[in-house]
Every structure is written in structure tokens, then in C-alpha cells.
């Protein structure tokens, strides 16, 4: 890649990031121009040559984030883990995301705002909800769920419980880890779905360990 073409990169990665922080503070409305611009240290036209408004900006946020969740998805794809216990892992990276990405935590924020309830639908909700559906498809098969269990349902259920539990823990101000109430969170679920088999194994030899991945090196 060219020199410009990789410093035009950089600007833009940069103006992503400081709009999600800003957006992920104030929500869209209130979010400030001129503080995202001062964050990611670019020029006012150095932001509207990539970006044609806030609201531009915003849906790069989100497109940003839809990106981070394939990441996670596939990080776990193919794991050497039962399908129940690589949706474990997947859910706590979720969490751990939350605490570490700004752009999830913008994303989060912004799919309650008006101007983008669409991107629910064909964003990440719709990405978590059928790799969960997946995962659930393959339990079955492996008779880790019940036949009776639609796994449409089970992944609708699990994605709104979650997202459930990541609002209630910013309004109640929970000091429980969003990583702890996730897996509390499916582990009541699986309670009423899971087979006696797999519900005994797991009382003997719990979760797998779900270890933080090595950072990607800088470009």
C-alpha cells in the first residue's frame, strides 16, 4: 500500500475510534464534532473527505463493530469444543469486549437511538442471533439439547437476554463483571434446555477456560 493511501488509512481508523468514544459517552445526538475531531487528531476536512456527515460516521462505527463481532465468531469457529461450550467462549468475549472496545461500547449506545433501530436488524443483533441458532443446531444434533427446542427461539432468546443484561448493568449500576452476568445469564437458560447428560458432565467438569487472544500485531 502506498504511503498516502496507508496515512489516509490511519486518519480514518483514528476518526472511527474517536467517534466512538464520543458516541459511546454522549450518544449520537449530543456526540460533538469538534471533540471527535480533537481525539483523533484529524482535520475537519480531513474527516468529511471520508465521511459525508455524523450520521456517516456513525453507521462506520457500526460497520466497525458488525466487523469486531465477525472477528470474535470466527476466532471460535472450528474450536476443539462442544458446541454449548464454544458459545460459552464466544459470550465471554463478548463481554471482555465491552470492557475493551470502544467501538461495542458506541455500537451499543447507538442501536438504542431512533436514527438507527434498522441496524439491529441486519447488524450484529442478526449476526449473534444466528451464530447462536447455529450452535444450538449442532447441540441438538449432538444431543446436548432437547429435540423439543426450537433453536430459532433459542437464539432470539439468549441475544435479547444478554443485551438485556448489558442495559440493566449500566442503569442499576451493577458492579457485578458483565463477563459474570452473561454466563449467569446462559447458564439459566441452558438449565431449561439442556439433556441430563450433558447438564451432569458439565456439573463435573464446568466451562473450558477461555483464554484472551494475542493481540494482532501493528500494521
Excluded: C
Amino acid at each position: 500500500m502506498a504511503p498516502q493511501q496507508e496515512r489516509a488509512k490511519r486518519t480514518r481508523a483514528a476518526i472511527v475510534e474517536s467517534a466512538a468514544v464520543e458516541f459511546g459517552k454522549r450518544g449520537y445526538a449530543a456526540a460533538s464534532i469538534n471533540t471527535i475531531l480533537e481525539g483523533s487528531h484529524a482535520t475537519k476536512g480531513a474527516m468529511y473527505f471520508h465521511f459525508s456527515s455524523k450520521e456517516d460516521l456513525a453507521r462506520a462505527v457500526l460497520g466497525a463493530a458488525t466487523a469486531q463481532y465477525h472477528s470474535i465468531f470466527e476466532r471460535w469457529e472450528g474450536a476443539a469444543r462442544d458446541p454449548l461450550d464454544t458459545l460459552h467462549a464466544i459470550i465471554v468475549d463478548i463481554a471482555r469486549g465491552f470492557g475493551e472496545s470502544a467501538i461495542l461500547r458506541a455500537e451499543f449506545r447507538l442501536i438504542a437511538e431512533p436514527e438507527f433501530h434498522a441496524a439491529i436488524v441486519g447488524g450484529s443483533g442478526s449476526l449473534w442471533s444466528r451464530a447462536a441458532r447455529d450452535l444450538a443446531v449442532r447441540a441438538q444434533a449432538d444431543g446436548l439439547i432437547g429435540p423439543g427446542v426450537d433453536p430459532d427461539r433459542f437464539g432470539r432468546v439468549l441475544s435479547a437476554t444478554l443485551a438485556g443484561q448489558r442495559f440493566l448493568r449500566d442503569v442499576v449500576a451493577d458492579p457485578t463483571s458483565l463477563e459474570e452476568l452473561f454466563v449467569q445469564a446462559y447458564e439459566v437458560i441452558l438449565a431449561g434446555v439442556t439433556t441430563d447428560g450433558w447438564r451432569q458432565r458439565h456439573r463435573s467438569s464446568g466451562w473450558a477456560p477461555v483464554p484472551i487472544p494475542e493481540p494482532e500485531p501493528a500494521i
